[in-house]
C-alpha cells in the first residue's frame, strides 16, 4: 500500500459510510487515527461495530470519546421518549428533517476530531457525510462542511502564520448508497462488520425499517449484492 | 428589569469574563440558560465559581457537561504533565501563544451551546471572549466567531428555511480588563464568586502569577478597584 507520511482523523461510527471512508484514507496513504463516540445514543451497537472495524483495519489509533448528548435530549436517537420512526414514506434530502436528527451532532463531532487532529499534528480530517442517499440532515451538505473547515482554520493555534490549513474530506458526499458499497467492497470493507440500524434489537440485530436501514437495503439492492448483516425476522 | 420574551444560552466558566457576559445578557432581557463545562481541568474551582455565579443570578437553567479534553492533553490546563507558565513577560495578543491554550476548546464548547440553543429554542448565544487582554488564543478573535456563527447556521435543522438565525454574541470582546470589571459592576456583579487563577493550590486560593492572575489583577488596579477574591501569600 502507498504512504504519504501523513496522519489522518478518521469519524468512525460502526456504520457503512464511515467503515468505507476509512478504507478511503487508508487506501491514499495516510496513517489513520480514527475517533469513535459514545454518546449514550440507542444503538450503542454501532460502537462495537467501530471497534471492529477500526481492528481488522489494523489502523495506529482509535479513541473512543464518551460524550452526553442525551443531556439535551431533542432527538429520537438521543430520547427515549422519542420514537424512531419505521418505514418513513418522507425519506431523502426532499423531504422534512426527521426526529432522528441529533442537533448539532456533526458539529460537536467535528470539533471533536479538530482537537485530536491538533494534538497529534494532524491536518486532515475524513467524515462519511453523505449527501445524496441521506436522510436531509443539514450538516451532511457540503455547505456546512466548507463553513467548518473555514472555521476551523481560524479556530486552532497551528494555523496561525498560514503554512499549514486543516481540510475536511469527504470523499463519498456525492457517492450513492450503492456507489459507496461498490468503492467499499474493491478495497476490502467487511461490511458484515458494520452496523446502521437506529432501532436494533437487544441483540443488536437491525429493525430493517428505520431510514437507516431502508437506505442501507436499497443500497446494497441496487449494488446487485446481499447485505451480509441480519435483520430482525431473518429478512 | 426589561424582558425580550427571548432565550439566551451563556457559556459560563467561573471567571470574571463570563460571569460579565451573563450580567450583560440578563440585563437587556435575556431569559438566561447557562452552560458549563467541566473538562478536567487544574482549576476545577471555577466550576464551583459558575454554580455560585449561576446561583446569585437567578438564571432559568444551569446546565453542567463532563467532557474530557484530557483525553487529548496537549495544554498545560487539561495535562498535569505540562507546567503553567508563571511570570510569564511575553503575554497578550502580540505574543506566542502558551502552552495553556487548550486545543478546539471554544469550537467544542460552543458547538455544545449550539446543540442546547437548538433543543430549548434559542438563537441567541453568548461568550465571554476578549481580543483585547487576553492570552492570544486564536479561538477569541472576532474572524473565529463570525466564521462559528455562520457554520452554526448550516449545521442546524432550526435556520432551514432561512426564517431564523443563530447569532453568536460577544459583549466584552473590544473591552479591555478594566472596562469589563467596571461594566460588571454597575450591573451588580459580585467578583468575589468568580475565580480566574490557573494555578490555584489545594485550597482554590488563586496563585497571582499566571497569565489569567495578572490580567485580572492588572485589570482591577486600572479600574481603580482592588480585587475581592484571595491570593496565594494573602496578596
Known amino acids: 500500500m502507498q504512504k504519504n507520511n501523513k496522519k489522518a482523523v478518521i469519524l468512525l461510527s460502526g456504520g457503512l459510510d464511515s467503515a468505507t471512508t476509512l478504507a478511503i ?3 491514499v496513504g495516510y496513517e489513520c487515527h ?3 463516540f459514545s454518546y449514550h445514543q440507542r444503538h450503542c451497537v454501532e460502537i462495537k461495530s467501530a471497534i471492529a472495524i477500526a481492528s481488522a483495519a489494523n489502523i495506529a489509533r482509535h479513541k473512543m470519546i464518551d460524550i452526553d448528548l442525551a443531556a439535551f435530549g431533542g432527538s429520537a436517537l438521543t ?3 422519542i420514537a424512531v420512526p419505521m418505514d418513513n ?4 434530502p426532499a423531504g422534512a428533517i426527521p426526529i432522528t436528527y441529533v442537533p448539532a451532532r456533526n458539529t460537536i463531532f467535528l470539533s471533536y476530531a479538530l482537537a485530536f487532529a491538533e494534538v497529534i499534528g494532524s491536518f486532515d480530517i475524513f467524515i462519511g457525510v453523505n449527501a445524496t442517499d441521506y436522510s436531509g440532515y443539514p450538516d451532511c451538505r457540503p455547505e456546512y462542511i466548507d463553513a467548518f473547515e473555514k472555521m476551523a482554520n481560524l479556530a486552532t493555534a497551528s494555523t496561525i502564520g498560514g503554512e499549514r490549513r486543516f481540510t475536511i474530506h469527504t470523499p463519498i458526499i456525492e457517492l450513492s448508497k450503492a456507489e ?8 476490502g470493507v467487511n461490511y458484515s462488520l458494520t452496523h446502521s440500524c437506529y432501532n436494533p ?3 443488536g440485530i ?3 425499517h428505520c431510514d437507516s436501514c431502508r437506505l442501507r437495503l436499497k443500497g446494497f439492492a441496487v449494488a446487485g449484492m446481499t447485505d451480509p448483516i441480519k435483520y430482525q ?3
Open 206 to 208: 437491525a429493525c430493517g
Open 79 to 81: 430520547d427515549d421518549s
Open 180 to 187: 459507496i458499497i461498490r468503492k467499499g467492497t474493491s478495497l
Open 34 to 36: 480514527a475517533i469513535s
Open 25 to 27: 484514507a487508508s487506501a
Open 89 to 92: 414514506p418522507d425519506i431523502g
Open 233 to 235: 425476522g431473518g429478512k
Open 201 to 203: 434489537d437487544d441483540d
